[in-house]
């Protein structure tokens, strides 16, 4: 290539023109013709980005990318840490290949709204469009247009809006609820869902308050991923070494697969025979947790122990676990009214209902409020329609809600196993006061 004679700026290939001409035949269509230097190029991209940067409402918020984002939090427990971690790989997935929307749910402070525009940085610095605008803003903008000295119309900036390549809307729920604000966010909604335009959406509210028609296209699982944050506020500290876990799998740490007795001296064939199957499916289950799995029968048959070493498990390969007795669950969730409580209700209430993985112990509802089966439906119901892995006990004879038998006991989504063998108890005291030889001694007390 030949450079230019016209040198302003200390390039080495263009001279600072910022064009140059190719040195080729005189046969050649770039024959003469004037080419953007490397330099030129590098200008204009530059150029590009910081335009595509002020159209995208990130102006202020360019500090905010991955390499800034604390994926491990600060102080948290190892559950959370690693929710907050797959939270992280779940964004930077998504500005990767952004197909379909996230929604990024949870409490004040948690990140939800760094790691949305950590996308968004991440997508401008690839010179691709991307529209970041808080809800509430959004409704005040678009009011703005009906003023007479506006310069944009109501349609031109709705439509701006609506069909964006990319769009990140944060704060969803924050805005004041009037017919007309719901009605353009649903149109919102429904014309980007249509149109399967990738969208970004943080919210702080569950998503039963929601608008119906909005819900309903967010509670899409083949469109929209809920990726559900459970990280303290970062702007008090980020840690939660002060709030006590519901969880109490510590207790039962070592009620393993290990460590349970099949029994096999002391009960009848089909009792035995049951045993081993149920068995079988907890370990199968431990390895591929998926949908729920309910286990029933009497009290000591051994429904707890396959549980807690499901859990176990599970903890064993670095996974994080939530492990309640429905009563004390129960207890936890009106202790966090108290005016000294540490841990607010939302929190308690969403640890539980999205943890990645649940057990809860004991289920039944013989002496529930109507509050309590409401809390209990709905944490339920949240993980049937999420498919999040459940892990449930039942007594033979406990009371259960009919909208939540109808969910448990749904053989399309939940493995059902009833354990025939009776009380390990009865059976141990049994083979205690038989003669010598008559049963062997069982190594752990199966609950």
Same mark, same amino acid.
């Given at each position: 290539?030949?450079? #230019?004679?016209?040198?302003?700026?200390?390039?080495?290939?263009?001279?600072?023109?910022?064009?140059?001409?190719?040195?080729?035949?005189?046969?050649?269509?770039?024959?003469?013709?004037?080419?953007?230097?490397?330099?030129?190029?590098?200008?204009?991209?530059?150029? #590009?980005?910081?335009?595509?940067?002020?159209?995208?409402?990130?102006?202020?918020?360019?500090?905010?990318?991955?390499?800034?984002?604390?994926?491990?939090?600060?102080?948290?427990?190892?559950?959370?840490?690693?929710?907050?971690?797959?939270?992280?790989?779940?964004?930077?997935?998504?500005?990767?290949?952004?197909?379909?929307?996230?929604?990024?749910?949870?409490? @004040?402070?948690?990140?939800?709204?760094?790691?949305?525009?950590?996308?968004?940085?991440?997508?401008?610095?690839?010179?691709?469009?991307?529209?970041?605008?808080?809800?509430?803003?959004?409704?005040?903008?678009?009011?703005?247009?009906?003023?007479?000295?506006?310069?944009?119309? @109501?349609?031109?900036?709705?439509?701006?809006?609506?069909?964006? &390549?990319?769009?990140?809307?944060?704060?969803?729920?924050?805005?004041?609820?009037?017919?007309?604000?719901?009605?353009?966010?649903?149109?919102?909604?429904?014309?980007?869902?249509?149109?399967?335009?990738?969208?970004?959406?943080?919210?702080?509210?569950?998503?039963?308050?929601?608008?119906?028609?909005?819900?309903?296209?967010?509670?899409?699982?083949?469109?929209?991923?809920?990726?559900?944050?459970?990280?303290?506020?970062?702007?008090?500290?980020?840690?939660?070494?002060?709030?006590?876990?519901?969880?109490?799998?510590?207790?039962?740490?070592?009620?393993?697969? !290990?460590?349970?007795?099949?029994?096999?001296?002391?009960?009848?064939?089909?009792?035995?025979?049951?045993?081993?199957?149920?068995?079988?499916?907890?370990?199968?289950?431990? !390895?591929?947790?998926?949908?729920?799995?309910?286990?029933?029968?009497?009290?000591?048959?051994?429904?707890?122990?396959?549980?807690?070493?499901?859990?176990?498990?599970?903890?064993?390969?670095?996974?994080?676990?939530?492990?309640?007795?429905?009563?004390?669950?129960?207890?936890?969730?009106?202790?966090?009214?108290?005016?000294?409580?540490?841990?607010?209700?939302?929190?308690?209430?969403?640890?539980?209902?999205?943890? &990645?993985?649940?057990?809860?112990?004991?289920?039944?509802?013989?002496?529930?409020?109507?509050?309590?089966?409401?809390?209990?439906?709905?944490?339920?119901?949240?993980?049937?329609?999420?498919?999040? &892995?459940?892990?449930?006990?039942?007594?033979?004879?406990?009371?259960?809600?009919?909208?939540?038998?109808?969910?448990?006991?749904?053989?399309?989504?939940?493995?059902?196993?009833?354990?025939?063998? &009776?009380?390990?108890?009865?059976?141990?005291?049994?083979?205690?006061?038989?003669?010598?030889?008559?049963?062997?001694?069982?190594?752990?007390?199966?609950?």
């Amino acid at each position: 290539m030949a450079n #230019s004679s016209n040198a302003n700026f200390p390039c080495p290939i263009c001279g600072g023109t910022g064009f140059l001409r190719r040195d080729v035949p005189i046969d050649h269509p770039d024959f003469g013709r004037a080419v953007p230097c490397e330099c030129k190029l590098r200008e204009t991209q530059h150029a #590009s980005v910081e335009a595509l940067r002020d159209a995208s409402g990130l102006v202020h918020l360019a500090q905010m990318t991955f390499a800034s984002f604390r994926a491990d939090g600060i102080g948290m427990n190892p559950g959370k840490r690693k929710n907050l971690h797959d939270a992280y790989d779940a964004a930077r997935q998504f500005a990767q290949d952004a197909r379909g929307w996230l929604v990024l749910k949870g409490g @004040y402070g948690c990140g939800k709204t760094h790691l949305a525009a950590a996308i968004a940085n991440d997508r401008l610095a690839r010179g691709e469009p991307v529209l970041f605008v808080v809800v509430p803003d959004l409704l005040d903008h678009l009011r703005a247009t009906f003023a007479p000295a506006s310069r944009v119309t @109501y349609d031109e900036r709705f439509e701006m809006v609506r069909a964006t &390549p990319f769009l990140i809307l944060d704060d969803l729920g924050a805005q004041t609820t009037t017919a007309w604000a719901l009605e353009k966010l649903f149109q919102l909604f429904n014309y980007r869902y249509n149109a399967q335009l990738p969208t970004v959406v943080t919210t702080n509210r569950e998503l039963e308050e929601i608008d119906p028609r909005v819900r309903s296209r967010l509670a899409d699982t083949t469109f929209c991923k809920i990726v559900t944050i459970l990280a303290p506020d970062f702007r008090q500290g980020g840690t939660d070494a002060t709030a006590a876990s519901a969880s109490n799998l510590a207790l039962y740490n070592e009620m393993t697969f !290990e460590k349970f007795d099949l029994r096999g001296d002391e009960l009848v064939a089909n009792e035995r025979a049951n045993l081993r199957r149920v068995f079988n499916t907890a370990k199968d289950y431990a !390895e591929r947790p998926q949908g729920f799995i309910v286990f029933t029968g009497d009290y000591g048959c051994g429904k707890t122990h396959l549980a807690a070493a499901i859990a176990n498990a599970i903890v064993q390969r670095g996974n994080a676990v939530t492990f309640v007795v429905v009563p004390d669950l129960l207890d936890h969730l009106r202790a966090a009214f108290a005016p000294g409580s540490v841990t607010s209700y939302d929190q308690r209430f969403e640890e539980t209902r999205s943890a &990645p993985f649940l057990v809860l112990d004991d289920l039944g509802i013989e002496n529930a409020t109507s509050w309590a089966r409401e809390k209990l439906f709905q944490i339920i119901d949240y993980r049937y329609v999420a498919r999040l &892995p459940t892990a449930i006990t039942i007594h033979r004879e406990a009371e259960i809600d009919p909208r939540i038998q109808s969910r448990i006991f749904d053989l399309a989504r939940a493995s059902v196993n009833e354990i025939l063998a &009776p009380s390990y108890r009865t059976t141990h005291r049994r083979a205690q006061a038989k003669p010598e030889g008559g049963y062997r001694k069982t190594r752990s007390a199966n609950r």
